[in-house]
């Protein structure tokens, strides 16, 4: 009887064996034949971009505009917990996702459209459209704008917008947006320090189907490709959704540390002028607070934020988002100060260590100073890019007038470090007459 015994267990265990073996080669069967698909759709077609489920990967549906076959979640959110998924969520391209996500990285990296978010108010068309110009100048991979504006601004922006179209038609795509904020708050928000500033906060929630983005400030000038700062989503861990810089290197002439009556981020701040966003975890994560017992959705922290700290707060939306991060500070992903170069980096001496060894990369005139003699440096970098002519070469006709221009502002300590300001850009002119060169 006991020998019956025995080589029934050893039936059933050669049994379970053979069904986790049959089990494993269909798995791998259908991830070898996911790859190829997802290499197959990688080989682009530029009208498009892939609408990617983690930072710096393909999500495994459809391009934008065809069927999506998951549930619009981030597979992040979910991860490891495979066994939580809703039943609209598809537990198979997760799995797949896991197993694929590096081989498929370097794939899709390669034909990504960056998509450029910027909010514009009042006074802002020049400024803005001088911005974008200098996305357009130095990128050399499709871009896409999502312009916020005023209705008064829609006419003009979509102007000029498509006047450039005839020139780099294939290079940018763009959509124009009203502002539009919660009705009952509307003007709350809409008044809090500039105007419009505020609208960032609710991308997340306007934008649902785009899923990674960066925002930037009408006062911003890049020097050096959009898709090199796009490439810092690829750094993300899995809890990162965004990224910013500090608002100072030096605690000694930092404003957070010193004056600020609410909770900040880290030592000095941040700074919210240069935003790389991941949407999709901004709508799936459940943030901690100081004001609820339980974490809190970002459509459900911002009002109850705003109305706690609205009278200790100075610089807006970008004091929230600072208070928000403190709570939160894994959610973040702290880039250097040369991706959000300041008159503070410079006015009391150089103070950016990393722009001092590669260059400053972006450019931010906050302060006025494109405007107005305090920074006549800034203000130089500013006027080259407004004034250059597009289809003329960039080295003759922006670089050479841009040096001679930093020049004349070597009186001042941001003056002292022009050479800051066109060292990375030297190296951008130069990508892109190489890239003009190729068949």
């Known amino acids: 009887m006991r020998c019956y015994l025995h080589a029934f267990l050893l039936c059933v265990v050669f049994t379970f064996l053979t069904f986790l073996y049959v089990f494993s080669q269909l798995a791998s069967t259908l991830e070898d034949r996911e790859q190829r698909r997802v ?64 081989r498929t990285a370097s794939v899709v990296k390669g034909h990504e459209r960056s998509h450029l978010a910027v909010v514009a108010c009042g006074p802002r068309l020049e400024e803005t459209l001088t ?28 102007s000029a917008l498509e006047v450039w179209l005839k020139t780099f038609r294939l290079k940018f795509t763009f959509a124009i947006y009203p502002i539009t904020f919660p009705k009952e708050n509307a003007v709350e928000w809409k008044r809090l320090f500039k105007p419009c500033a505020s609208q960032r906060l609710f991308l997340p929630l306007i934008l649902k189907e785009v899923d990674s983005l960066l925002y930037v400030d009408t006062d911003i000038i ?6 090199d700062i796009w490439a810092l989503l690829f750094q993300f861990n899995s809890s990162h959704l965004a990224a910013m810089a500090p608002e100072h290197e030096e605690p000694r002439i930092g ?36 004001m609820a017992a339980v974490p809190l959705k ?13 009278l200790n707060i100075t610089w ?33 001496g150089s ?60 009186h001042t300590y941001c003056g002292r470090a022009g050479h800051l300001f066109t060292k990375r850009l030297k190296q951008s002119i130069k990508s892109v007459q190489q890239q003009d060169k190729l068949p």
Request: net charge negative.
């Open 39 to 102: 290499r197959d759709d990688a080989i682009p077609d530029s009208s498009h971009h892939f609408s990617r489920k983690t930072p710096g990967l393909s999500g495994l549906r459809d391009r934008e505009g065809g069927p999506d076959r998951c549930k619009s979640l981030s597979v992040s959110y979910w991860k490891p917990y495979y066994w939580r998924l809703p039943a609209d969520v598809c537990g198979v391209n997760c799995l797949l996702e896991s197993s694929l996500s590096e």
């Open 131 to 158: 911005m974008l110009k200098s996305a357009l100048l130095f990128s050399k991979k499709p871009l896409h704008f999502y312009v916020f504006a005023e209705d008064e601004l829609h006419d003009s922006f979509r």
């Open 222 to 227: 890049f020097l050096q490709p959009v898709e």
């Open 255 to 290: 404003w957070y540390n010193r004056f600020a009556r609410h909770p900040y981020h880290g030592n000095t701040g941040i700074n919210s002028g240069v935003m790389l966003m991941n949407l999709t975890r901004f709508r799936g994560k459940f943030f901690k607070n100081d």
């Open 298 to 310: 970002w459509e459900e922290i911002l009002m109850p934020l705003l109305q706690k700290y609205k």
């Open 316 to 348: 807006g939306d970008q004091d929230l988002l600072n208070i928000i991060f403190h709570h939160n500070p894994e959610s973040l992903y702290v880039f250097s100060c040369q991706w959000n170069y300041r008159p503070d980096h410079c006015i009391y």
């Open 351 to 410: 103070n950016c260590q990393q722009a001092e060894q590669e260059g400053v990369f972006i450019l931010h005139g906050n302060r006025g100073v494109y405007h107005n003699d305090k920074q006549p440096a800034f203000r130089a970098v500013y006027e080259a890019i407004k004034e250059f002519p597009f289809g003329e070469n960039m080295e003759t006709s922006l670089l050479h007038p841009l040096e001679a221009s930093l020049q004349t502002t070597t």
